[in-house]
């Protein structure tokens, strides 16, 4: 199971797709910018961004579905009220329209990509993610706190949902099912925790035997998660949570950075997260370092890196629950 929003979802399910597991996504439903922010403004509607964003992940690969993929990932560059406009936004803003409801119009899109694995919308109640800054300043809706441009010394406090939120059940049943829960990459306050602050969310998460995999993300944020290293991530996690207990492992990118991205990401106030391997022990129990750097104009996690390092830590993880049981089993003859 992978939870968090639309990039970090996607690329995670981008790499962990053609692996032997069966795939879910828990989603945000938070997004309040861009296409997606448009249509919830304009027609009432729970935001699609990031759901589309996890359909395309896990669609076809035969022609049809990668067809299907391009067209779902289109952008309008032109016309009245058109520009801007992701196609597979207004797709299933329509089939919500059509069928009456979100998961219906979900189902249907699943079907025209060809989707293996389930999409899930970790709520269905409409709410705005609210962020509190250290200042008592409060900033209402994902798009205000994703993009703030001001005052970003000003760091944030803690996040709420506004109203309360509840869970969409079958979310609860994925959880309890799942062997592996795998918790971002992605914004930390507008892409992670907003599933956790669902009611029932944390506590389901908590109770799951499923392991608890925490992707670490590659750069810093302005406004969002300056300074921070491996181990604030985690530990913003578990206070989410409700837990003193440490995450089970932490998957951390340990390729070199290309100089001239570093300066140009430097440029707009992101700098490389740094791996606390003393402050990591108070929050995960074991660290795992793997190159998952992809080749680009941008840094990004390499979906079939990351995909294979998390796969890596399943296997070893469930060899040793069974060499564990097997010597319990032993003990007891």
């Keep these: 199971m992978v939870v968090g929003g639309g990039t970090g979802n996607r690329t995670t399910l981008t790499g962990l797709k053609n692996q032997d597991c069966n795939l879910s996504a828990v989603v945000a439903m938070t997004d309040s910018g861009g296409s997606s922010g448009r249509l919830r403004e304009e027609l009432g ?37 058109l520009s801007g406009h992701n196609f597979g936004n ?114 389901a998460i908590l109770a799951s035997q499923a392991v608890k995999i925490h992707v670490c993300n590659l750069m810093t944020k302005p406004g969002e998660s300056d300074g921070f290293r491996a181990s604030d991530f985690a530990g913003l996690l578990m206070a989410y949570l409700g837990t003193t207990e440490p995450l089970d492992f932490l998957l951390v990118n340990d390729a ?17 997260v ?8 108070q929050a995960v129990r074991k660290v795992v370092t793997r190159p998952m750097l992809a080749a680009g104009v941008y840094l990004r996690h390499d979906p079939l890196a990351l995909g294979s390092a998390i796969m890596e830590i399943v296997g070893d993880n469930c060899s040793s629950q069974k060499d564990l049981l097997a010597r319990v089993e032993n003990q007891g003859r």
């Design 45 to 81: 509607q729970l935001p699609h961004g990031d759901i589309r964003q996890c359909l395309i992940a896990l669609a076809a690969e035969d022609d049809h579905g990668q067809f299907m993929r391009r067209l779902f990932d289109y952008r309008f560059s032109s016309g009245n009220g």
């Design 274 to 281: 740094e791996l606390d391997l003393e402050g990591c022990q």
């Design 90 to 203: 207004l797709l299933l803003t329509a089939l919500t329209e059509v069928t009456g409801n979100t998961i219906t119009a979900i189902d249907e899109a699943s079907q025209m990509l060809g989707v293996e694995g389930q999409v899930l919308p970790v709520t269905l109640t409409r709410s705005n993610l609210v962020a509190r800054l250290d200042d008592g300043t409060e900033l209402s809706g994902e798009s205000a706190i994703d993009l703030r441009r001001d005052n970003l010394n000003i760091r944030i406090d803690y996040v709420r949902l506004d109203p309360t939120a509840y869970v969409y059940p079958p979310v609860l049943e994925a959880i309890e099912q799942a062997d592996a829960i795998i918790l971002g990459p992605g914004d930390i306050y507008t892409s992670v925790l907003p599933n956790l602050l669902v009611e029932d969310v944390s506590a």
């Design 256 to 272: 070199p950075y290309p100089e001239r991205l570093l300066q140009r990401y430097a440029s707009d106030g992101q700098l490389p």
